[in-house]
């Protein structure tokens, strides 16, 4: 498992599915499990979990793609969460979000390929009367618009 | 047994406890319109058009999967469920590229019928359109996301027949979409381009990659030879395409429909199959007498041949060395009857009329062209034929029963019943019982290899040995017997057909191919066989002229040069 980025990890997840050999019906979890030991879930680890259970890679990747919360791309550098609670939401996060996805080239929940940034939804962050608001590597900007969110992102290189 | 009394429509029915309200439906003589449903296959409940009112039931009750219960008062056709139906309907059609008249399934596509048998004359509402691309990567199949309805139907057939699971449903919601993991081309991962999947896609969401384009620029060139070879299973099935019943056998309109296409010389590769008996045949008897890797697995069906490639490498020990009927065809033809007419093999081009998809794949695999050239140049499904056919204005049910031509024509029963599951075990028994023992078989019937049966085994006293052999068609369950095998189960020989009901039930056939047509179609076959004066490939005088004259003997090196081949191990990922 050459050239790994999860390298020292691989031992530590091969104990994790064998706990879960042969048990389809578990693949949620181990998916979940595994998210947690590497940060994402890259093609190998997923063939490695189909083996392991039993299931295939097309099962597999379903059940990721499925679900917003799995990620098949390393977080980058910079990760940016866009709040589309409700406050955040009638004040305008979805241009916003629809901005940066343009700018990035990327969709919520995925990341550049360069791994600079990573972009995802999230959920009220308490701060609703700063909306729309959105955090680089957890620090928060308020009173957010599309092209000042941009302006925020140069500041990150 | 116990039963339920119901009524549907004022009809009253009893049916088997745990029966669907369609099934029951279908006892009352009424038709529920369905679009996901496959019988014991796809039974989702997904799209919501086989909807009806159940009396008592606050909301309508998708049939296809509603189990009947005691006393069920049922209505199939009121106000409400006819709007429900529309809706669900038009929904489909709301995101629906409307590309009917150019579009492949065009009078044949079951969303197209339902809206018309629903009286949908206009859809209220305009959807997002779906923008991923078409995947052409694959020499057999195109996958056209755009006009997928999403019902799954591939998919379960995929996995549960044959046990490939290459597509599922990936993304969630609006963006949910039919491919392969990470939305990689079909091509990349570890499809077999059975087709399976194209027969069951009700709309132009899956289907055959078309090569007929190439096909008539051939046969209108001047400067090129064109012949064409027509395997066994394809005489029973291109009928339907033309209104015949399932099964009708149209061997002579096929061939005069080929002539007058313009082929220059109409060939069956059932002349091939005979010609596979005799090397397979002989490979068999030298592995059991010479002791040789045991079970053979037979090797004439290209979506197998990928599927053990992909998943079962360690049996590829196992399997013959003899190319499929219609590669042998194709190296004969390029080499032996170039010769033989004086035709420059570089000018001839071989196409084929097969029931399958797997076979475009297969005649572009590099290790097929030991003629020196591509021993098959195109491949064309049963459906293509038929469209050239109509394209040309040809009256098919009209057309005069015409013969093939010699000497690639010629063939015996015991070809033409490879189209059908167990046919190739039959075909190989009949030759090798006769080579080994030197005695006329009593009997050429081998009853227990042929049929429907997922499995089927046979025990054949030859010489004193019990011949323990063993057919299954359909991957998912060569995939058992390859398991028993695994185990250490023990036969001689294995027949492996990729489709359900062997070729009769190719990815290439014509829509509808299901079990009622696939039984039409193998009684069709085993028609044809008895009706052929010579029943068994090693009295076919054309193959035994073939050997005489250029061959020498079956497994010589010339056969062993064009004859056989090796495989490829893939991986599965
Ligand atoms: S899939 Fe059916 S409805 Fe859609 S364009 Fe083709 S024929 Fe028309
Ligand atoms: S061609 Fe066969 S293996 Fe490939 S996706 Fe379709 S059903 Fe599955
Ligand atoms: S590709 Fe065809 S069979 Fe598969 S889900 Fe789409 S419409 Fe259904
Ligand atoms: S809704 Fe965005 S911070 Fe509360
Ligand atoms: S046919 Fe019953 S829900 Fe689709």
Known sequence: MEACKCGEKWQELDKIIAAHRNRPQDLIEVLHKAQELIGYLPKKVQVAIAEGLGVSLSEVYSVVSFYAHFTTKPKGKYQISICKGTACYVKGSPQILERLEKELGIKAGDSTDDGRYSLEVVRCLGACGLGPVMTVNKRAYGLMKPEKAVAVLQQYQ | ?573
């Open chain 2, 1 to 573: 047994m116990s039963t339920v009394t119901l009524t549907i429509d004022n009809v009253q029915v009893e049916v088997e406890a745990g029966t669907t309200i369609l099934k029951a439906a279908e006892k009352a003589g009424i038709h529920i319109p369905t679009l996901c449903y496959l019988e014991g296959i796809n039974e989702i409940g997904a799209c919501r058009v086989c909807v009806v009112e159940v009396e008592g039931a606050k909301t309508l009750m998708a049939s296809c999967v509603a189990p009947v219960a005691q006393g069920m008062v049922v209505r199939t056709n009121t106000p409400r469920v006819r709007a429900a139906r529309r809706l669900n309907v038009e929904l489909l059609l709301s995101n629906h590229p409307m590309e009917c008249p150019t579009c492949i399934r065009n009078l044949n596509c079951e969303l197209q019928s339902l809206a018309q048998s629903l009286g949908i004359r206009q859809v209220r509402f305009e959807g997002r359109k779906v923008d991923y691309p078409k995947d052409t990567s694959t020499p057999a199949l195109v996958r056209d996301p755009q006009k997928c309805i999403l019902c799954r139907r591939c998919v379960a057939v995929c996995e549960k027949v044959q046990g490939v699971k290459a597509i599922a449903p990936l993304e969630r919601g609006f963006d949910t979409v039919i491919a392969p993991a990470f939305q990689e081309p079909l091509y990349e991962v570890a499809c077999v381009e059975c087709g399976q999947c194209t027969l069951v896609c009700p709309v132009g969401a899956l289907y055959e990659k078309d090569y007929t384009n190439e096909v008539w620029a051939a046969l209108a060139d001047p400067d090129k030879f064109v012949v064409v070879q027509t395997a066994p299973a394809t005489r029973v099935s291109i009928g339907q395409e033309f209104g015949l019943p399932p099964g009708s056998i149209n061997t002579g309109q096929m061939v005069a429909a080929l002539r007058r296409l313009g082929f220059d010389r109409v060939f069956d590769t059932d002349f091939a199959a005979d010609l596979t008996i005799m090397e397979e045949g002989s490979e068999f008897i030298q592995r059991l007498t010479k002791g040789g890797v045991l079970p053979l697995l037979t090797s004439c069906s290209p979506g197998w041949i990928k599927f053990i490639e992909h998943f079962y490498p360690e049996l590829l020990p196992n399997l013959s060395t003899c190319k499929s009927p219609q590669q042998m065809f194709g190296a004969v033809a390029k080499t032996f009857y170039a010769q033989k007419a004086g035709i420059d093999p570089a000018k001839m081009v071989v196409v084929s009329i097969m029931p399958c998809t797997a076979k475009k794949f297969e005649c572009q695999r590099p290790e097929m062209r030991d003629s020196g050239y591509q021993d098959v140049d195109y491949v064309l499904t049963t459906r293509e034929l038929a469209r050239m056919i109509k394209e040309a204005g040809i009256d098919f049910t009209a057309l005069p029963e015409e013969q093939y031509d010699d000497p690639l024509g010629e063939s015996t029963g015991a070809a033409v019943i490879f189209g059908a599951t167990g046919g190739v075990m039959e075909a190989a028994l009949r030759t090798a019982y006769e080579l080994i023992t030197g005695k006329e078989l009593p009997s050429l019937d081998f009853y227990e290899v042929r049929g429907l049966k997922g499995i089927k085994e046979a025990v054949v006293n030859i010489d004193g040995t019990q011949v323990r052999v063993a057919v299954a068609h359909s991957l998912g369950h060569a995939r058992q017997l390859l398991e028993r095998v695994k185990a250490g189960e023990q036969y001689h020989f294995i027949e492996i057909m990729c489709c359900p009901g062997g070729c009769i039930g190719g990815g290439g056939q014509p829509i509808p191919t299901n079990t009622e047509i696939r039984a039409q179609r193998i009684a069709g076959i085993y028609n044809a066989d008895k009706n052929m004066p010579v029943r068994k490939s090693h009295e076919n005088p054309s193959i035994q002229a073939l050997y005489r004259e250029f061959l020498g003997h079956p497994l010589s090196e010339k056969s062993h040069h064009l004859l056989h081949t090796h495989y490829t191990p893939r991986g599965k990922y």
